[in-house]
């Protein structure tokens, strides 16, 4: 087969784009060399003609600038046909990429989410919800055993009753202690004790005083 009909050329593969975009490029900067040359001319011939006189010799120069400017202009369009090139095949490209990235993303989020689906099978909520409230009896169980091993012994048994009526009792004592009625009656010295004497009451109901202003103790026998 064949001999009669001929083996099929097998198909070139695609260019790289990023190859492409390169050689583009390198013939848009080969063509900007090329203007820089032609400026450098033109500057050249331009000086030459300003220090000449109206003439056939300067006619001539002018001719020249004048055809080397038209090849000027002609290279400033290739080279900017040929950016307009290579920037529209990196825009492309981009495009290309960015639409390869966007099916990544995709590709690895539906992968997470099977992941996640299996993940989930294995949790079973109920087993969470009895896990809590195990959790919970075990914390008021630990609780109890605190208040347990906290408990004191040997305290008696008492009424709140006598209690409450010790604690009256209690107050009142207080109440008399601090009673200071019985001074009303010492004769406080208003100068310094001192060289003071005894005095003996003058009056029924006066407490003796010594030396100091302060109540005379009784002598005992």
Known sequence: MNRIFGKSKEKAPPPDMGAVIKGVDERAESVEQKINRLDKELKKLKDQMAKMREGPAKNSLKQKALRVLKQRKQYESQAENLRNQSFN??????????????????????TG????????????????????????????????????????????????????????????????DDDTSYLDQVNVPDKDPGGQKEKEPSKPGEIAVDEFGLPKIPAQF
């Open 89 to 110: 095949m990196e825009q492309a490209t981009y495009a290309v990429q960015s639409l390869k990235d966007t099916q990544s993303t995709v590709v690895a989020m539906k």
């Open 113 to 176: 989410m099977k992941q996640m689906k299996k993940e989930f099978k294995n949790i079973n909520i109920d087993d969470i919800e009895d896990l809590q409230d195990e959790m919970a009896d075990m914390l008021d169980q630990s609780n109890e055993v605190q208040e347990a091993l906290g408990r004191t012994y040997g305290v008696p048994d008492i009424d709140e009753d006598e209690l409450n009526a010790e604690l009256e009792a209690i107050g009142d004592e207080l109440a008399l």
